[in-house]
């Protein structure tokens, strides 16, 4: 289970403090597919960052599997199973698909177990394993690919910040697929998903409802969706893939 205690976080704004995160207190627990929902602004990416070690508390802790995290690393929290996909992932000139899928496993790969991994993200192995990770690569297929080093990992806490943004229409169905599959299968995997897309929060098995900074609701799926889908702020929570 992953516990944040009084979480707060200030970023500087012009020379003055901006609180972004607001005294948060929650529970994410185990072996769910979790998503974090809320209007724009409202801290929902800070969050996944502080829950990755991108950024770093300035008040209250984090504890995971009932230890203190809060003074960890991201890599120092990546070597205990917690892994984060960027809204924007990276793209590195001269290394290949398969490079990468090794770097994330820890060890060298075969070909063939590499190609599991892209098999299992809707990919076709021959066509991506040799490919490098640039320019040449959409959005939609660094997305999944990135979601394949994730599985390479085997991290046990995922955390996926925006995976809808900047990909079409096409690649989010696939990306829903992907979701649907790890939410079905992946049962010793707890995944948390940052997204206000209404087909990503229709398959998840706990909704977090974040606004200015705070959490204003947690629960499950069916109880919270029908709420934020009437509230005020639906077309920020839930806008229409265009």
């Not at 000139?93 to 190609?115: F, M, N, P, Q």
């Not at 999944?144 to 169905?173: C, H, M, Q, Y």
């Amino acid at each position: 289970m992953l516990k944040l205690q009084n979480i707060s976080f200030v970023a500087p704004d012009g020379g003055k403090a901006a609180e972004i995160i607001r005294g948060i207190d929650l529970d994410i627990p185990s072996d769910k597919f979790v998503v974090i929902t809320g209007p724009n602004g409202g801290g929902k990416s800070t969050l996944a960052k502080l829950i990755a070690g991108i950024e770093k508390p300035t008040g209250g802790r984090l504890f995971y599997e009932d230890e203190d995290i809060t003074e960890l690393s991201i890599t120092e929290r990546a070597r205990k199973g917690i892994g984060f996909a960027f809204q924007q992932p990276v793209r590195f000139k001269g290394l290949t698909v398969l490079d990468l899928l090794r770097i994330a496993a820890g060890r060298k790969l075969s070909v063939s177990e590499a190609c599991e991994y892209l098999s299992e993200v809707g990919l076709c192995a021959k066509d991506y394993i040799k490919r490098e990770v640039n320019a040449s690569l959409s959005g939609g297929e660094l997305k999944r690919i990135e979601i394949a080093t994730v599985l390479a990992r085997d991290v046990k806490l995922a955390v996926f910040d925006e995976p809808e943004a900047g990909i079409d229409l096409w690649s989010f169905n696939n990306l829903i697929r992907i979701f649907e599959k790890m939410r079905v299968t992946e049962k010793k995997r707890t995944v948390i998903v940052i997204s206000h897309q209404e087909r990503i929060l229709n398959i998840a098995d706990e909704i977090i409802v974040l606004s200015d900074g705070q959490v204003i609701d947690q629960g499950s799926k069916e109880r919270v969706l029908p709420e934020i889908m009437g509230a005020k702020f639906t077309a920020d929570i839930c806008p229409k893939m265009e």
